[in-house]
C-alpha cells in the first residue's frame, strides 16, 4: 500500500517562495507518473503539475507556468513543487498524487493515490 505525505506548506507574503514535498512510502515503483493538485476554498480541486516516473518530462497548469517547478528524487521517494512569485490566488490546499499514466494524470484520471494536503496562504 503507497502513502503521500506532503509537507512544507505555511504563510508567506505575495512574491516569496515556497517548496513543498511529498513523501511517498510503499511500493512506488509502479506508478508512470506523479502530480500537485490544490484546492482553493469554496473551489474545486484544480490540477497544477504533473512529473514523470524519469522526471525528465513536466507540465503545468496555465496559471503557474513560469512560476512553479516540479522535481522528483526517486533515490528518496519524494516529489517537489517549487513555488516562485507567489500570488494571493495561490492559497489552497497543496495535494499530491500518484498514478498510472503521466499524459492523463492533470484530469485525475489514473490516479490511485492522495495525499492529505498542506496549506498554503498567500498575504497579499
Known amino acids: 500500500q503507497v502513502q503521500l505525505e506532503e509537507s512544507g506548506g505555511g504563510v508567506v507574503q505575495a512574491g516569496d517562495s515556497l517548496r513543498l514535498s511529498c513523501a511517498a512510502s510503499g511500493r512506488t515503483a509502479r506508478f508512470d507518473a506523479m502530480g500537485w493538485f490544490r484546492q482553493a476554498p469554496g473551489e474545486d480541486r484544480e490540477f497544477v503539475a504533473a512529473i514523470n516516473w524519469g522526471g525528465s518530462s513536466t507540465y503545468y497548469s496555465d496559471s503557474v507556468k513560469g512560476r512553479f517547478t516540479v522535481s522528483r528524487d526517486n533515490a528518496k521517494s519524494t516529489v517537489y513543487l517549487q513555488m516562485a512569485s507567489l500570488k494571493a490566488e495561490d492559497t489552497a490546499v497543496y495535494y499530491c498524487?500518484?498514478?498510472?499514466?503521466?499524459?492523463?494524470?492533470?484530469?485525475?484520471?489514473?490516479?490511485?493515490?492522495w495525499g492529505k494536503g498542506t496549506l498554503v496562504t498567500v498575504s497579499s
Open positions: 498524487a500518484a498514478g498510472d499514466t503521466y499524459g492523463t494524470i492533470a484530469t485525475s484520471e489514473g490516479i490511485h493515490v
